[in-house]
Each structure stands twice: as structure tokens, then as C-alpha cells.
């Protein structure tokens, strides 16, 4: 789990995702629901691409960290990830993967 833009667009980038927001659910100032989007793989037709800026102040407004699974069982790169509350992040990881 990581709070790290760097980590996470990294993350993201190399397994051909984009952050997006789900279509309907945009509020008021810059909040939405956030999902990281992979084209061409599964219904993209609710997910609306928003910047990387966009994303990740999104995630501070919202106290959200990024869970992610960096490999599967079979040793394959993993495309794995979920937006989660930081309350879940132990208070000593923020900004690092929790141990």
C-alpha cells in the first residue's frame, strides 16, 4: 500500500493503465470515484480518463492510498490495485509500501 505518486503512476504506466474517474460520479470542486482504467480491457465505457494532477489530488482530498499486488502467485506481473481509505495504512508507511 502507497501514498507515492511516483510509485503508483509508475506502477500504473508500466502495465498500461491511466487513472480515470467512474462517468456520474463527479461532485462538487474536483472529487470522484477513482479507478485506474486499462484500455481495451474491460468495460471502459463508464470510466472518463482525468489527469495524473487531477488523480492524485483527488486521493489527498479524500485521505485514499493505493493497494496493489506487484506479482501473482505464478510469479506474472500482477495488474491487481484497489483505492482504499488510509486509515488501513499503518501511520509508519505513509508514502511506502506497509511491510
Known sequence: MTTDPKGIRQWVEERGGRPACVKGTEGRGETCLLRIDYPGRGDDSKLKPIPWD??????????????????????????FSK????????????GRRAR
Open 54 to 79: 487531477k488523480f492524485f489530488k483527488v486521493m489527498d482530498e479524500q485521505e485514499l492510498a493505493f493497494l496493489y499486488q506487484d506479482k501473482t502467485k505464478q510469479g506474472r506481473v500482477s495488474r
Open 83 to 94: 483505492i482504499v481509505s488510509r486509515e488501513r495504512q499503518s501511520d509508519d508507511s505513509h
